[in-house]
């Protein structure tokens, strides 16, 4: 019985993963664009899902299978990526770019990367959030999802 209704449960949430973008201030790139491949996320039950850059600016903040944090900066102008494992040094790479572009973080379903930040993960959001707007850059209100469950299409 626990076995039917944790899939159930799973079922559930992972129904949401398969909706559709919303409209939004994101700038989705054309699907035909080359693609950076910013992360590679472990897919749930075995398997990867690499979650490629679908914006202009997109950022990740991951934490590696040792712990250490990693704040990623990719851009498709240039089709780089750039990981950093100081903030700082993120922050001072985030100041270069162009006033007034757009960074749309890049992330997985479920639960977002940044909870691996945990006890301060929200903190950690919003500061980065302000952070950007001192620099006078803008955050989009949705990340790009990808989908980490089995057998799904993985950006949302």
Do not use: N, W
């Not at 129904?15 to 973008?21: F, H, Y």
């Not at 100081?86 to 100041?95: K, N, P, Q, R, V």
């Not at 950007?132 to 209100?141: A, F, N, P, Q, S």
Request: aromatic share 8%; net charge negative.
């Amino acid at each position: 019985m626990k076995a039917i209704l944790a899939a159930v449960v799973f079922a559930v949430v992972c129904a949401g993963c398969s909706k559709g973008d919303k409209d939004d201030d994101r700038q989705l790139l054309p699907d035909d664009q080359e693609r950076v491949t910013l992360h590679v996320l472990k897919r749930y039950k075995g398997g990867e899902v690499p979650v490629t850059l679908r914006t202009p600016f997109g950022v990740m903040m991951v934490r590696d299978e040792h712990g250490a944090a990693h704040f990623i900066l990719g851009k498709h102008s240039d089709k780089s990526r750039q990981d950093f494992t100081s903030y700082e040094d993120f922050l001072e790479a985030l100041g270069a770019l162009p006033k007034k572009s757009v960074i749309t973080i890049h992330d997985r379903c479920l639960m977002p990367q940044f909870y691996d930040f945990y006890p301060v993960h929200e903190e950690l959001l919003e500061k980065f959030e302000k952070d950007c707007k001192k620099m006078g850059l803008k955050v989009t209100e949705y990340p790009v999802i990808f989908c980490t469950c089995p057998e799904s299409d993985s950006r949302k």
